[in-house]
């Protein structure tokens, strides 16, 4: 006769430890996919660093009087065939971040002491010019820019200083040398007239004066907003009829979304501002107060009169993470 299968009984200490051994499992996968979800987002943003070797000191010392007027502007301008559409402006609210800048402006008008020239000397040794802006920041030292002023024709640039609140040669504070200079990836492979993610953040060595936003302030930001808003943009256009000498701007302009290159994203503002405007601020308010959330980035015949940015995104923000923390 066929024996009946017996079941095999663990003492009960063994009973214990399987459950404790399933109970870590479960924490486990629990612990894992809240890794996952939290670095889904940003898994595929991958951020260039570039260490400068020139001393700032040295840096400073370039930029002459003369080299400064000298400066030849940095223009891009793409054409109608380069694929721009006009697209929604709607952005889900759960999407948008914004971050106040540190020290408070006054709520009347954008921080413009954070406005300023960015000079470079790009590898074929010719002496350029863009606009920036210093961020609030954990180091006190970010200018936040356009990736092509930083990362030009393939190669990085050098000689690179932030002077805010440049006047005609004139540099109340001084200028700030860069000690290292970051853009996304997707910049750095970006293909002809692809500029959705021509971002650039330069990270400044302190002056005589300090740190960088101890002096100056630093600029709020916000990434994920609509676009359908008033823009206040500024920069140094050095390209006729503009000199570069002084800051210009274009004020309560209202954003266009506008789609690029399988999915890219940038925004249009009416403005007349030209080349060696790159990389200055686009300055929106929100409750009061004032946040960077664009800048002056290229123009397009597609739409005349006007000037693009890039659209602050996820990107810009992994962007500015890495750069406040280096």
Known sequence: MPRQPRLVQLPLVGKIFLCVLAGVYVVYLVALARFLYSSGPTSSTTIIEHSVEMQANTAIQHWTVANMR?????????????????????????????????????????????????????ASGQNMVCSGTAVESSNKSVVDTAGHCLFWNGDWVNNVIFCPLYDNGNTPYGCWAAQSLEVPNDWIEAGPNDLHHDFGMAIVSPNNHGLLTDVVGGAGWAYNQPTDRAFYAYGYPAAYPFDGQTRQSCEDARGTFWEQHAGGTVVSIPCNMTGGSSGGPWFVQIDGKWYLNGHNDFTSSIKPGHMFSPYYDETWHALYEKAQHD
Not at 99 to 114: C, F, K, N, R
Request: cysteine-free; charged content about 10%.
């Open 70 to 122: 000298g400066a030849i502007n940095a223009d891009l301008q793409i054409d109608s065939s380069a694929g721009l559409t006009q697209g929604s402006s709607d952005t889900s609210p759960d999407q948008a971040v914004q971050h106040q800048g540190q020290p408070q402006q006054d709520a009347s008008s954008p921080p413009l002491s954070t406005v300023g020239k960015v000079f470079f000397t790009n």
